[in-house]
């Protein structure tokens, strides 16, 4: 029995579901991105954002900033777009140049078009429940954690890993799902004990297969956020990508389980889009559309 979760696939449908519900809008999203310097992977990232966005009938707008600009210059750009009403949402393209305060960069924008789910009132809402905008990583987790077991209703999910930008997250939002949650991190004792608990698995520590095979409750739902570079054995001087779960013996156990890569990643851009989509409805006060509920 093929137990791989395809992320790919899943964020093709999210992405189709974005399209359907773009096409009953009578307003048409708009996502403006801010890139500055020259990193390889965030350029791909961005060209892969802006295709995605124009396939799913919304506007993208992009701004291109040299490494040289200022942080002054970046929140400038990101304060215009605030104050325009065409805007849906606001992207800053991570990891900015060393020389500028991503946090002080973050805080600027407005939380109505927040579609990375990074300032603190987004953060805010979600602790306290209120409706607002996820971050994208923790909701495509639980989107695919949902497509391997259906309703998470009275599932033990550990999450491995206390970051703001996945860990904290996600176990909030698995929460939202009803599910018991446990927070585990480099500390925990006995943390292959507590991760073998778990009914779901979310590997979000950035250790490189750090979550051994007899870490996994056998039949459990892995999901490894992880991205790792490490040198790789067949091509000497070249990287190979890897989780933070050691995919082949693990996947012998688990009973659903996402590749790094091919699993967490896609999703993440989906649930941008979809980011997107809620922000215009919300702005304008429009129902948010049924097929975009998790």
């Not at 708009?30 to 390889?40: F, N, R």
């Not at 490894?224 to 779960?245: A, Q």
């Amino acid at each position: 029995m093929d137990n791989k979760i395809d992320g790919k696939a899943v964020a093709e449908q999210t992405r189709g579901s974005v399209a359907r519900a773009v096409a009953g809008l009578d307003v048409t999203p708009t996502l403006a991105v801010v890139l500055v310097g020259d990193d390889p992977a965030s350029h791909v990232y961005v060209r892969n954002k802006i295709k995605f966005t124009e396939e799913a009938g919304m506007r993208s707008l992009e701004h291109r900033l040299p490494a040289t600009a200022t942080q002054a210059e970046v929140v400038e750009i990101v304060r215009a777009l605030n104050a325009d009403n065409e805007v849906d949402g606001i992207l800053v393209q991570l990891p900015l140049p060393k020389h500028i305060d991503s946090d002080a960069v973050i805080a600027q924008i407005d939380p109505a078009k927040d579609v990375d789910g990074l300032t603190d009132v987004s953060a805010g809402r979600l602790v306290l429940g209120q409706a607002g905008l996820r971050p994208c990583t923790p909701t495509g987790s639980v989107i695919l954690a949902k497509a391997a077991l259906g309703d998470l209703t009275g599932k033990h999910c550990v999450v491995l890993g206390r970051s703001i930008l996945v860990g904290k997250p996600a176990a909030l939002m698995f929460l939202e799902q009803n599910c018991t949650v446990t927070i585990a991190h480099s500390r925990t004792q006995n943390l292959a004990d507590v991760c073998r608990s778990a009914d779901i698995l979310v590997a979000a520590v950035g250790r490189p297969q750090m979550v051994q095979e007899d870490w996994i409750k056998q039949g459990a739902c892995v999901i490894d956020v992880g991205i790792n570079r490490v040198p790789s054995v067949k091509r000497p001087g070249k990287f190979r990508l890897v989780g933070d779960v050691d995919y082949k013996p693990a996947r012998k156990v688990a009973g659903a389980i996402t590749p790094v890569p091919g699993g967490v990643g896609p999703m993440t851009i989906a649930c941008l889009l979809r980011n997107t989509v809620l922000a215009a409805c919300d702005r304008r006060g429009l129902k948010r559309p049924e097929n975009l509920k998790i």
